[in-house]
């Protein structure tokens, strides 16, 4: 115990440089434990984009591109299926129901998504919670369109107002539908997946505004007005992806062996868990690259920490033969030492943790409305704490360099006055 009182007598006489490497310590630590953080948010979205569904089906391509352009509007499908297969898969007996996802028009960035009713129906993310609108309704009129929060609220929109869809993807669309312009029906909650940045309209819509455009998204002849389409027959053509729910989780790998299987033309059908599995497998070099730089950054402080130590071993060499003199064999002055290092890393390790959870919990709003990760910020864990306990530990043997050289000071060295 007095060895530890002088321990913290003596970090408190050089209050500026030991606050220094704590934070030093700190910042280290609050990186490791944030980017854990994020990885395992990352990974809970991900896997909350979408809930409750049993296969992700579309023409024939990867398991993960599928999942890709179906779930998280990342990419594009590199062919359509046709309605008639569509609506052979709806009709099983084994499909509980099936939303319909035609993807390929965007707005100033955004994607738009033809569905129909059953997506408002059955769409669920993230335990099981269900799409809820903050105003207004879903689709009635065939120019009617539902936008994520995202959406409205970084353009602006409100119900009732106006807006132009483009053919093609990007923030500047090959053309645009200026012809028929879009009116506001409704606005959906946020819910922290790629729906908040969609736009969604009908299928019969999507049809609607391609009757006058021909292959490569280039109009041909006289424009068709808005209400000679709302006579016209709709009937969707091809979806580019649909969700699948069947009646029983039992049926599910004999349904999947079935669509890939499917004569008519080349489907694949997707496992949404397994395809996240193949995904994490890809990035997983990508998470241990993130892991290794946090963890040598946690080995630069605390090498920084034995730097200042040493540094400070110079001016302390009087005082430590003053201990020896005084009856303090060796193993007190190495004790001396690493208690110090340990008080150090442990108070940056304790630091740092509480940085990190205090940061997340404040830019958690922010991130999630920016990047769609919901983190889950609960309690410090074991994780957290076996964190502490390596820093703690790893600076308790960082502390034996210094003490070495304490140790190998002569008490002579230390009182002799120096000509």
């Given at each position: 115990m007095i060895i530890f009182r002088l321990a913290l007598k003596s970090l408190l006489n050089r209050f500026a440089l030991v606050i220094l490497t704590t934070l030093c310590i700190a910042l280290s630590v609050g990186l490791v434990v944030g980017v854990e953080k994020v990885r395992d948010g990352a990974r809970a979205s991900f896997a909350g984009t979408v809930s409750g569904v049993d296969l992700i089906v579309g023409a024939?391509?990867?398991?993960?591109?599928?999942?890709?352009?179906?779930?998280?509007?990342?990419?594009?499908?590199?062919?359509?299926?046709?309605?008639?297969?569509?609506?052979?898969?709806?009709?099983?007996?084994?499909?509980?129901?099936?939303?319909?996802?035609?993807?390929?028009?965007?707005?100033?960035?955004?994607?738009?998504i033809g569905t129909d009713q059953s997506y408002f129906e059955h769409f669920r993310y993230r335990d099981d919670n269900a799409l809820r609108f903050a105003a207004g309704a879903p689709f009635a009129d065939l120019f009617d369109v539902v936008l994520g929060a995202t959406v409205a609220a970084d353009l602006g929109y409100d119900i009732g107002d106006a807006l132009v869809l483009n053919h093609g993807l990007g923030s500047i669309g090959l053309a645009e539908h200026d012809d028929l312009p879009f009116t506001v029906s409704g606005i959906l909650e946020?819910?922290?997946?790629?729906?908040?940045?969609?736009?969604?309209?009908?299928?019969?819509?999507?049809?609607?505004?391609?009757?006058?455009?021909?292959?490569?998204?280039?109009?041909?002849?006289?424009?068709?007005?808005?209400?000679?389409?709302?006579?016209?027959?709709?009937?969707?053509?091809?979806?580019?992806?649909?969700?699948?729910k069947l009646s029983s989780p039992l049926a599910t790998f004999t349904t999947q062996r079935s669509l890939n299987q499917y004569r008519d033309e080349p489907l694949s059908a997707v496992i949404p868990g397994l395809a996240l599995l193949e995904l994490w497998s890809v990035v997983e070099i990508v998470e241990a690259a993130l892991r290794l730089v946090t963890a040598l950054m946690v080995v630069a402080a605390l090498a920084g920490m034995i730097a200042t130590l040493l540094a400070m071993l110079n001016d302390r060499r009087r005082e430590i033969a003053i201990l020896r003199a005084v009856g303090a064999g060796p193993w007190h002055v190495v004790g001396l030492l690493v208690s110090e290092a340990t008080f150090i890393g442990l108070a940056g390790a304790l630091l740092g943790v509480a940085t990190a959870y205090g940061s997340m919990a404040l830019a958690a709003p922010w991130i999630e409305n920016t990047f769609g990760l919901a983190l889950d910020i609960a309690a410090p864990g074991a994780i957290d704490g076996l964190i502490v306990l390596s820093v703690a530990l790893t600076a308790a043997v960082a502390g034996l360099v210094p003490a070495y050289f304490a140790y190998k000071n002569s008490l002579a060295d230390g009182i002799a006055v120096q000509s």
């Open positions: 024939r391509s990867g398991n993960v591109q599928l999942m890709l352009y179906a779930v998280f509007r990342i990419g594009d499908a590199a062919n359509n299926l046709t309605w008639e297969t569509f609506t052979s898969i709806a009709e099983r007996p084994e499909v509980d129901w099936i939303i319909p996802l035609s993807l390929g028009d965007s707005h100033r960035g955004y994607r738009v946020r819910t922290g997946t790629p729906v908040d940045k969609a736009l969604h309209v009908s299928l019969p819509a999507i049809e609607a505004i391609h009757v006058d455009w021909q292959a490569g998204g280039v109009p041909i002849g006289d424009r068709t007005e808005a209400d000679a389409l709302r006579a016209m027959d709709l009937a969707p053509r091809s979806v580019t992806a649909g969700l699948v």
